[in-house]
């Protein structure tokens, strides 16, 4: 492998997704760029190269690109896949499978890979200083994934089978027809509701062509198998995700000022009177130690975008509960890869505390090693929160199960004989449970928040139930 080009990964926590910048010491490429371009635009200039190209290897799902707006701002080149509609055709260069272009020495080639989209592109590069073709990385996007590969039912159940098809003999492709040593740089993976399913990376292992030759589904499934994988049980899909193509069809800008204005501690119980948003920003324990009831609980980092966007109408006014404009701030940031950098407004954690005792809550945090004692002469009701495949793969027996993203619309009365009874709230670390005690609050009930590793239930002495076999696990 020519060592001329080099590499460096930056993660989208959170969402799961990866973006690459590829150079050659003198220009570097961009590859599937975030909304927010600095991080791009400081190694850039920590290393003194010029970007010449931002790719893209589909039009996303999942979060608004940044790529249209850093290329107006470099002046670089704007590459996406031919065939996708976009609003900013006179911006852009649109490639076709094997086309390709030179910068410095980077040497970049389109490889049409579709079936996570209809006009999927991967890329791979190289140096113009080794053999054409020869091994390098290949940018495989919604592609080829470590020991998977990208969901193909976005588009709706009626396309899924057709898209899956396609993915299956793109990813078949990829394996096939690059050098062994060809490194793989997916976008998704890493915890992306674009996987069709859990993905093989291990934290610092380098995916290669010739590794997943050895180990991805679609080098061992057949066709109709593989399809069948692909779309039987699919995992759920973010509500947000309904926004973001169209988005990036059209082109996306700047990040816009923020616009929330801070409002009063009377305007915030207003807004929750009149049955409107209200997040608040907190750690989950200091939330459950006082809050003011009819707030939602999300915790300010790397899952905020998902969830506020999956939990809540996308364009509905929410007003956000920080402790300062810091926080406010770091919580704009993070919005804005999902396109909500607009709010209504935002108000201070203390002041609507301290000026609304008498609307202020408060619940238990507590661990499974606590719910094996307080359950020792009768399990309470016990509410899993977790996504359909973690419940079926292990649950608590006896738990009730509601995702999290259903429990808004869901009927509170989760246990009638226990009247008002508490209800111990889990999922798997803590983060969705959180929410979902903060939306019982609001509901009138009594939650237990469990803010515990769903992995120790079995240690703590609990029954857990492995569905997939309907035989029961315990220590």
Known sequence: MSNKVRVLTFDA??????????????????????????????YAISIGVRI???????VHNDYVSGGLSLARRLGATYVTPRGEPVGFARERIALGDR?????????VRALETPGHTAHHLSYLVDSTTGPAGGPGYVCTGGSLLPGGSGRTDLFGADQASSLAEHQWRSVRRLLQVLDESTVVLPTHGFGSFCSAGP???????????????????????TRDDYVRSMTSDPPPIPLYYAYMRDRNLAGAGEVRPWKATPVSSDVVS???????????????????????????????GANLATYLGWLFPFEAPITLVARDDTELESARELLARIGREELAAWAATREIVDQNEGATGRYRVATFADLARDGAAGMPTVLDVRHRSEWRAGHLRGARHIPLPELAGADLDLAPDVGDGPIWVHCAAGFRAAVAASILSAGGRTPVLIDDLFLHAKAAGLEVVDETSAIAQSV
């Open 199 to 221: 993905t093989l990376s291990v934290e610092g292992e380098q995916v290669t062509i010739g590794l997943e030759r050895a180990r991805n589904p679609a080098i061992r499934e």
């Open 99 to 107: 086309e390709f272009f030179v910068t410095g020495t980077l040497r």
């Open 270 to 300: 207003s807004v929750i009177g009149d049955g409107g948003y209200v997040v608040d920003l907190r750690e989950r324990r200091s939330f459950a130690g006082r809050h003011l009831v009819g707030t939602v609980n999300l915790e300010l």
């Open 13 to 42: 926590i959170g969402l799961g997704d990866r973006t690459y910048v590829l150079d050659d010491g003198d220009v570097a490429v961009v590859v599937d760029p975030q909304r927010d371009p600095r991080p791009y635009l400081d």
């Open 52 to 58: 010449t190209h931002v790719l893209e290897t589909h």
